[in-house]
């Protein structure tokens, strides 16, 4: 009988998907529920203002509907790049519920798109205390210590983001990249090596990583890199090319 519902639901989810958001009248009033889950399965197709639609009839149903703010938020903030209209709906989510460190690790990682770094990190530092073991509040508070220039506190928040989750393949991949900055590229080498093992597919790691072989002169590993991460779909930047080109004396 579960199977049974699950199997309905999942339908039910694709009809939706396809029609676009369904009117409330098509809804229970009283069904704020349905609306938000609409909205986030049209968030996760990148169908963006569809899925804004269905959050703004769920906050007309219920206009202290946290989760509803809180996606709306995101798809507004990494969906379309309105990031004020991002900030104006993580605050109000933020004033109905104090305590959510997810939205608070949203609004960082939005004020930092907007380059508004010590915003972010005191956002970021909101998450971690409400939430001590939040894996990905280090690893952004991280990335925004980085921008910085402040390398020392970068490797510390990935350092702990790794602690938390040993499995967090972008975290090594992050470090990688503050080893690389502090000119310690054997620890850098080491660190894309283990995102690489955790994530076989991860294209990022594996064009950072060809950088780092290129400023120890293993010009054959990066071109090996290189040719790994292209595979991947990662568009590798002309101007390393060009470099790596000219210092191994290949085309190719």
């Given amino acids: 009988m579960k199977l049974f519902f699950r199997i309905v639901f999942k339908i039910f989810l694709i009809l939706t998907i396809l029609a676009g958001c369904a009117t409330t009248e098509e809804i229970k009033e009283t069904d704020s529920d349905a609306l938000l889950n609409q909205g986030i399965a049209l968030l996760e197709e990148g169908q963006y203002d569809l899925s804004i639609n269905c959050f703004n009839k769920a906050i007309e149903i219920n206009p202290r ?25 993580f605050n109000k989510a933020i004033e109905l519920n104090p305590k959510y460190a997810g939205i608070y690790n949203k609004r960082g990682l939005v004020y930092e798109e907007k380059g508004q770094y010590d915003k972010a990190i005191s956002d970021f530092n909101k998450a971690i205390e409400l939430n001590p073991r939040y894996a990905k509040a280090y690893n952004n508070r991280g990335i925004a210590h980085a921008i910085k220039g402040q390398y020392e506190k970068t490797i510390s928040d990935y350092n702990k983001a790794i602690e938390i989750n040993p499995r967090y393949a972008k975290a090594y991949n992050n470090r990688g990249n503050a080893y690389y900055k502090k000119g310690q590229y054997e620890k850098t080498i080491s660190d894309y090596n ?49 470099a790596l080109r000219q210092a191994s004396g290949r085309e190719k």
């Fill in 65 to 89: 509907y946290t989760d509803a703010y809180n996606n709306r938020g995101l798809a507004y903030g990494m969906g379309k790049g309105q990031y004020d209209k991002a900030i104006s709906d």
């Fill in 194 to 242: 283990t995102a690489i093992e955790i994530n076989p597919r991860f294209a990022e790691a594996y064009n950072n990583r060809a950088v780092a072989y290129f400023y120890k002169r293993d010009y054959e590993k990066a071109w090996d890199d290189v040719y790994k991460a292209q595979n991947l779909g990662y568009k590798v930047h002309p101007g390393f090319l060009n």
